[in-house]
């Protein structure tokens, strides 16, 4: 694909410059996007859905041009968020990033779940964690908006929205961009674009990019570890547009392509080292950033390698007629799918414990239009959104349940996944070969010493023992919703603007789960009888009768250690049950629930000119995240699902804030206070092997954020962010925890220096960003919160201590421009951070930690002409 594409954009290079020769007018210089000041250095954004500068925004706002992106290398969002204040993206893979937003995180893959922070493409809400992260290329601007926006931007802004603004296809000019870049891990990327004007009022653009990079955490299990490394990056994607223009009426035709694909994300244990499942050879160390040992479970998902292949599309369609200078109409149109899978080594650790996927896929259908009126008094805007989304999220699980076993037996008795003293000298934290764990007389001695189980009773259960025991956990959603909104900015004087909007939104939802085993969980049913056992002791200390209880402990282990008891007709006495999970009835059959959910979301705002170059601003909002139907497998086998309806989460907001202009609009600033008051938090708990939506009840959060920029001159450009974030729980069980992934504090500092140099240009860009600790759940790895685990996590170590990151790049180019060469550098002084912990792994008390990017640099040479 990557082939035909670029000989594609070479091609339609050939017809460019053709065109600038017969079609269209000379090239003008290079100029900047649409400005309202003589100095350039605004920036025109449509933050309220109508150009205006970002100055005059009445609420926090980051935006920043595309060239500025170019500038900083920034072409994936975890970078980007570096730079933005209030605003965190973790990227533990394509198909599983976190967007945060002041502190509140959108991550949920679950297909019922609505995202907290609206991500938006060229108008259109992608903002379903497993297809919202995609390539930054050939953009415009970038605009981050914080605070509830549910009134401009609807369904998911809870808590602030991320605008994606494309560079469109211009019929004014034709323009041609070629970049190439190779640097260390085997790591390449090459963008080109295209833009031809076909005529006056018509044409299109092509852009594209493919990259590729090995990953950074050795893959022990290799006999080439670093070619087959963990954490590699490979995507390409594709942008196809049309703009058509003929006076007062203007359309735009979007096309979107975009493929992922790496070699596996390296959950790593740092409990365990790294082992050789064969031989037992210890193959490396505990260290969170060094190599591990992962491997697939033989036969899961068709024998599919550990790693993640992903894909989007999506068509939009957008029209807007201008009637006269005061009244507009625009309508846009959008279609998007996404489908990913990720296997991944779940326990962080050789043995095939628990291997895990995730085939999350969705399509959306969206269609919004808007009347607008812009006057001398008043601004204001009427329309409507319909809304369809179609969403399903497949989660297998495939346990070694004599490999489970032993690490149920190792928790507390260390040294029973090393062999329990059959490998002298052996320690404790190197996992036995599998030969070993899987041996049934090794899983007969943990069953009669560990768990009291008669020695006939013992071998036969751990004869039964299945090696591959499957779960699979589907669930599914359907949402139609409709909005309908309106917003208005009353300009009171000069300098006094008042507005508000109200939205008003109904969604008919339907939520569904289906859970199928492959066989009998026989560890499930151990456990199990070792409760049937502590309640019959129980009632007998009380001085109860405890044989009914007996009875069925008799029972349930006869049954258990009958031959072939995994695949042995499903009957009342003995039930199909899992291990994470129950079947739904017959074994997989879907079970739905529908909702419908009626809410409104407001704001209200009031922007004062103090003087021309300073405006000051205070906001207040109610966000509302809709009703959730949440799901959950069934308690007991062939059950009915737990369904259980969540109230809409809301947050009321405050903001003050003040933005200037200064020394000639060379100087900008901006800084605001914020404050947060939420009812109904949801958040995320893991049950088992499970992770269920839940209510936390009542949190806040506030704070302080603040960026500059200053352009003394034209060849010099000084910028930095600061915030400041304090999120806490108010209620419950994690009252005074912090929220997930939210640093207290983080900043960030650079400058772009561009000199003249003879006949070339010289510019050196150097930046640093700091954040503060993170944790990475919202229990903030207590060990009194995670009781619920299979094996309960006992050690707080789930978190990142402060760190900073160091990025520069240097480049050479003619005073034109016409050509670029660059070096550059990222995290320069290497610095080893994570970027996640805990994960499915915690279930099994094996929490497992993700590494960050070490130093990647390299050169790059690119190539333009025209104007962008």
Not at 415 to 438: E, F, H, T, Y
Not at 561 to 578: D, I, M, R, W
Not at 763 to 773: I, K, N
């Amino acid at each position: 694909m990557i082939r035909i594409t670029f000989h594609a954009l070479a091609s339609l290079a050939a017809i460019a410059a053709a065109t600038t020769a017969h079609a269209a007018p000379a090239p003008a210089p290079e100029a900047a996007p649409a400005q309202d000041a003589d100095t350039g250095n605004d920036i025109i954004v449509t933050a309220q859905l109508a150009p205006q500068t970002a100055m005059t925004v009445p609420f926090a706002l980051t935006a920043y041009k595309g060239a500025f992106l170019d500038d900083l290398g920034i072409t994936e969002f975890d970078k980007l968020s570096r730079y933005v204040p209030g605003f965190v993206v973790q990227n533990q893979s394509p198909n599983n990033p976190g967007f945060v937003m002041r502190g509140i995180t959108s991550d949920d893959g679950s297909s019922y779940v609505e995202p907290r922070v609206s991500v938006f493409q060229d108008g259109v809400s992608i903002s379903k964690s497993r297809g919202s992260y995609v390539e930054l290329f050939d953009l415009e601007r970038v605009e981050i908006a914080k605070g509830p926006q549910s009134t401009l931007y609807g369904r998911g802004a809870l808590i602030g929205a991320v605008n994606i603004v494309t560079a469109k296809a211009d019929p004014s000019a034709p323009y041609g961009y070629f970049y190439g870049s190779y640097g260390n891990y085997n790591a390449y990327r090459l963008d080109a674009t295209v833009n031809v004007p076909l005529t006056d009022t018509l044409a299109i653009r092509i852009a594209g990019r493919s990259k590729k990079r090995d990953g950074y955490v050795d893959n022990l299990l290799s006999a080439t570890p670093q070619s087959d490394a963990f954490n590699s990056s490979q995507g390409d994607a594709i942008r196809g547009s049309l703009q058509w223009a003929p006076g007062q009426f203007t359309f735009d035709a979007i096309g979107n392509y975009e493929q992922d694909s790496a070699t596996g994300t390296a959950f790593k244990s740092i409990a365990f080292l790294p082992t050789n499942p064969t031989t037992g050879a210890i193959l490396g160390d505990t260290g969170r950033n060094s190599g591990a040992a992962l491997a697939p479970a033989s036969g899961f998902e068709g024998n599919k390698p550990l790693g993640l292949e992903r894909h989007v599309w999506s068509a939009t369609g957008i029209a807007n007629y201008d009637f006269n200078d005061h009244w507009s109409l625009n309508a846009m149109g959008s279609y998007r799918r996404f489908a990913g899978e990720e296997v991944f080594d779940a326990d962080g650790i050789s043995l095939p414990l628990l291997t895990a996927a995730e085939d999350a896929r969705g399509n959306q259908t969206m269609g919004t239009l808007r009347l607008s009126y812009k006057g001398e008094k008043l601004d204001a805007f009427i329309g409507g959104t319909y809304f369809h989304e179609d969403g399903s999220q497949r989660a297998p699980a495939q346990f070694d349940e004599r490999a489970v076993l032993a690490r149920l037996a190792d928790a507390s008795t260390p040294g029973v996944l090393a062999g329990g003293g059959l490998i002298p000298g052996r320690a404790a934290n190197a996992p036995a070969p599998i030969s070993i764990i899987d041996s049934s007389a090794f899983a007969a001695n943990i069953l009669q010493r560990g768990f009291g189980l008669p020695a006939a009773a013992a071998a036969g259960i751990a004869t039964n023992l299945p090696t591959a025991h499957l779960e699979t956990n589907t669930n599914t959603a359907r949402t139609n919703s409709i909005d309908v909104f309106g917003d208005a900015t009353i300009h009171v004087t000069d300098k006094l603007d008042i507005g508000g909007g109200l939205r008003y939104s109904h969604d008919d939802k339907q939520t569904g789960i289906s859970v199928a085993l492959n066989n009998r969980s026989i560890l499930g049913g151990v456990i199990a009888a070792q409760s049937l056992q502590a309640a019959a002791q129980a009632i007998a200390k009380a001085g109860g009768n405890p044989t009914p209880q007996l009875l069925a402990l008799n029972a349930l282990l006869t049954n258990l250690a009958t031959p072939g008891a995994a695949n042995a007709p499903v009957t009342a006495a003995f039930p199909l049950f899992g291990l994470g999970a129950q079947p739904t009835a017959g074994n997989g059959s879907p079970v739905t629930q529908g909702s419908k959910d009626d809410g409104l979301t407001w704001r209200a705002t009031a922007r004062y000119a103090a003087t021309p170059d300073l405006n000051l601003y205070a906001t207040y909002a109610r966000g509302r995240r809709p009703e959730v139907l949440a799901v959950s497998a069934p308690s007991t086998p062939y059950g009915a699902p737990n369904f259980n309806k969540l109230p809409a989460e809301t947050v009321d907001s405050f903001e003050v804030g003040a933005k200037t202009a200064l020394l000639g609009h060379t100087l900008f600033a901006d800084g605001s206070v914020f404050y947060y008051k939420y009812n109904n938090f949801q958040t995320t708990e893991q049950v088992g092997t499970q992770f269920i939506t839940t209510n936390a009840g009542k949190a806040e959060s506030y704070g302080f954020e603040g960026q500059i920029r200053y352009v003394p001159i034209p060849a010099l450009t000084v910028f930095g962010t600061y915030s400041y974030s304090h999120g806490r729980f108010k209620e419950g069980a994690r009252t005074g925890n912090r929220f997930r992934l939210s640093p207290d504090n983080a900043l960030s500092a650079g400058f772009i220096a561009k000199l003249p140099a003879g006949p070339v240009t010289v510019d050196f860009t150097p930046s640093v960003t700091y954040q503060s600790s993170i944790f990475f759940d919202d229990d903030n790895d207590k060990p009194a919160l995670q009781a619920k685990n299979l094996i309960p996590d006992l050690i707080q170590d789930e978190y990142q201590t402060g760190y900073a990151l160091v990025d520069a790049r240097f480049g050479i180019e003619p005073k034109r421009g016409v050509w670029r060469l660059e070096a550059f550098v990222t995290n320069l002084l290497n610095k080893k951070y994570i970027k996640d912990a805990g994960n499915t792994g915690d279930a099994l008390g094996l929490p497992t930690f993700i590494a960050g990017e070490p130093r990647f640099y390299g050169l790059a040479i690119s190539f333009k002409t025209g104007r962008k």
